[in-house]
């Protein structure tokens, strides 16, 4: 090209800065016969500053001939954008002549970071506001809580437009005023779907799901952000089926093609329910688009797969991702699914090869590393990585973390590390941490130890009925403690002096009771010694004469009382209702259980009790609705072995029935299937058609 000017130059050189060839761009840029002006040396900056190579940008900023008001507005917005607020108002206050746009910025910054008394203090002083700078302001102070200051600002407006509108409601819905948000967006002169979506959002935020679902149903336009918003909404709140019936809806309207965000929050559903065939169709969907190679994307798939048991097809999407498209998130969901399944050693291996490839861990990969050596009895293991973790000064150390330390050490008998590690916690330990702490003793039957977490975590701490259902149970499984695993009723203690009870079924002592609670120095646990048998000596203490026993600790005291509660309230019952049982006969009404045989029993007397009911149309959910009711003060971690638990048993039975109607379906009737009837341009072909076996809508 012979008749090169600036303008030919300028974009030839954006085009490599857009397509993210800064190297080539700077070669360009800075040829001999280069043809430069502030607009391209502006665009040079502003490449650099777009892949956050800053000190370059910085450099070339200083080097600039002339500067003119956009120039500095790049440089400041880079600045802002790192959240280097203080160099970004020096570079300001440094300018000649100031637009409007470089108010906005700066008080856009200030804002965000909560210097709010800094950014009311340069609005003021604006000589020419724009709508654009009242709505920031007003934005700025709805977002940080100021919601009254952000209302008489917004009266104080001399001209209002839809998007000033919307950031007012969505500060009244950040800040829990739904009313006066709703009262607000009733009284808008003209609504957009962004309107729409922010009333949506703010109902949705606040845990109004009904009101949000009628105002969607009422909306007259439905984009992407719609569907998308009121889909994550039942998700975030535990509503998964019916964020699935959403997202079929939203398919079948054909109108609007779900966004990444639509994929991973309904993969997250589908996850959450541990619906294998729900996140197959999905995944058939996806495999359709040109969004199926998205980082996000590909990271909702292997983590849906993995909740549903599919180890497997989880490791082949991880594999068939190539090395380029993998990001940390990728790479802490495969580490995540590996743990998992109990797969310690190959979680290790991926976390080598993860920082081998040049992705720096973060803390979810450690807390996922830490779990995966957990569930593996990885101890040695799992303790060289924690000191690599403490070892790391950039890696903030959270309570996971140490809720895996503890659960690693408690589970391997390592029962006098754990406790020393959480007692030198101090302020840092928490209810989870202790809660874990307790069910390893549980575990492990160590009364002395198991104490001294009771005394800490049950008395001075929150009360938790998990945690006092692990106490008794761990007292229970002591032979010659006669104490029922119930769960505690704060009674007074009045309630019951009168009560008829037997003295000699009550114990009045509890063994160790004079022993410090001193906690030993750190040092290697020994195997735990078998428990010699105590039934002999339990004989033998019944024979020998009454001897007045020191007084209860705490928690002991708390148990005794509330199996004297427990036993009236059995006793009311059968002279109530007249039970006829025989004594010898087990079963759900005289059956108590303490060890784990007994629970095994106890668990099929239960089974039978509700078999009787399985021809019912409604015992798919009477058992869902006890398998809630059953759950309730479990731990996450408890609870997601009990899905795992019932998501194998979904997938044999799934895979039996698939087998036996393979014949069937070469004749039968083909099954409805979930199509997007539109043709689109983005939709591709690939090898996914045997998913086609499944709908779920």
């Not at 945690?467 to 229970?476: C, E, G, Q, T, V």
């Not at 004079?514 to 040092?523: N, W």
Request: proline share 3%.
């Amino acid at each position: 090209m012979h008749n090169r000017d600036v303008i030919t130059w300028t974009a030839v050189i954006s085009g490599y800065i857009k397509s993210g060839w800064i190297e080539e761009a700077r070669r360009l840029f800075d040829r001999d016969d280069a043809i430069k002006d502030v607009v391209t040396w502006t665009a040079m900056v502003n490449g650099y500053l777009k892949l956050n190579l800053k000190l370059e940008a910085e450099k070339l900023f200083m080097e600039m001939p002339s500067k003119n008001v956009i120039a500095w507005n790049t440089m400041i917005g880079g600045y802002m954008h790192v959240g280097e607020i203080d160099k970004g108002l020096d570079l300001f206050m440094k300018m000649p002549e100031r637009n409007v746009v470089s108010w906005n910025l700066v008080i856009t910054a200030l804002t965000e970071y909560r210097r709010v008394e800094e950014a009311k203090i340069l609005f003021e002083k604006i000589p020419q506001k724009d709508v654009v700078s009242w709505t920031t302001m007003v934005a700025g102070l709805a977002k940080n809580e100021r919601i009254d200051e952000a209302r008489e600002l917004f009266e104080r407006m001399p001209e209002r437009n839809v998007v000033t509108w919307n950031a007012m409601i969505a500060g009244y819905a950040k800040n829990m005023r739904l009313d006066e948000a709703f009262v607000l967006f009733e009284m808008m002169p003209a609504k957009d779907v962004a309107s729409w979506n922010t009333m949506i959002t703010g109902f949705i935020q606040n845990g109004e799901l009904e009101k949000a679902r009628k105002l969607f149903v009422e909306m007259p336009e439905k984009n992407v952000v719609s569907w998308t918003a009121l889909i994550t909404g039942y998700v975030q709140l535990e509503k998964s089926e019916s964020a699935l019936i959403i997202f079929a809806e939203m398919i079948r309207d054909g109108n609007v093609k779900p966004n990444e965000g639509t994929f991973v929050n309904i993969l997250s559903a589908c996850s959450d329910l541990a619906g294998l065939s729900e996140g197959q169709q999905v995944h058939q969907i996806i495999s359709k688009s040109i969004l199926q190679h998205r980082a996000f994307v590909v990271s909702a798939l292997i983590n849906m797969y993995s909740k549903c048991g599919e180890l497997g097809i989880s490791q082949k999407i991880f594999d068939d991702t190539a090395v380029n498209q993998r990001d940390l998130i990728s790479w802490n969901c495969m580490i995540a699914a590996y743990a998992h399944h109990g797969c310690g050693r190959e979680a290790i291996i991926l976390f080598d090869q993860m920082q081998k490839s040049g992705f720096k861990p973060n803390d979810v990969s450690y807390v996922a590393l830490l779990s995966a050596c957990v569930h593996a009895g990885l101890v040695e293991q799992g303790l060289k990585y924690f000191q690599e973790l403490l070892s790391d000064g950039s890696i903030q150390v959270r309570e996971d973390h140490h809720t895996c330390l503890v659960d690693l050490c408690g589970r391997a008998g390592r029962l006098e590390e754990a406790y020393d590690f959480v007692r030198k916690l101090g302020p840092k330990d928490s209810s989870s941490i202790w809660g874990s702490l307790l069910a390893s003793c549980t575990i492990h039957g160590d009364l002395r130890i198991g104490r001294l977490v009771a005394e800490r975590h049950l008395v001075e701490g929150p009360k938790n009925a998990g945690s006092f259902w692990l106490m008794s149970n761990m007292y229970a499984s002591v032979e010659d403690e006669q104490i029922q695993p119930v769960l505690l009723k704060e009674q007074p203690k009045s309630k019951w002096d009168d009560e008829d009870v037997d003295e000699d079924e009550i114990k009045e002592s509890w063994e160790d009771e004079d022993e410090s609670p001193t906690v030993p120095a750190l040092k290697p646990v020994p195997e735990k010694v078998p428990k010699k048998p105590v039934v002999k000596s339990t004989k033998e203490k019944t024979v020998e004469p009454a001897k007045e026993e020191p007084p209860l600790d705490p928690v002991a005291e708390k148990l005794r009382q509330q199996r004297l509660v427990e036993e009236a309230d059995y006793r009311n019952t059968k002279e109530l209702f007249g039970s006829k049982s025989s004594t010898n006969e087990k079963n759900i009404d005289n059956f108590i259980p303490k060890s784990e045989s007994d629970f095994l029993e106890y668990a099929e007397l239960i089974s039978q009790r509700l078999r009787l009911y399985e021809k019912s149309y409604h015992f798919i959910s009477l058992l869902k609705t006890v398998m809630r009711h059953s759950m309730t003060s479990l731990k996450a971690a408890d609870a997601k072995e009990v899905a795992s638990s019932v998501t194998a048993i979904a997938n044999e039975k799934l895979k039996a029935e698939k087998e036996a109607n393979a014949g069937k379906k070469k004749t039968g009737g083909k099954k409805k299937q979930l199509h997007v009837d539109k043709p689109d341009d983005d939709i591709v072909v690939t090898g996914y058609d045997a998913l086609d076996d499944y709908d779920f809508m």
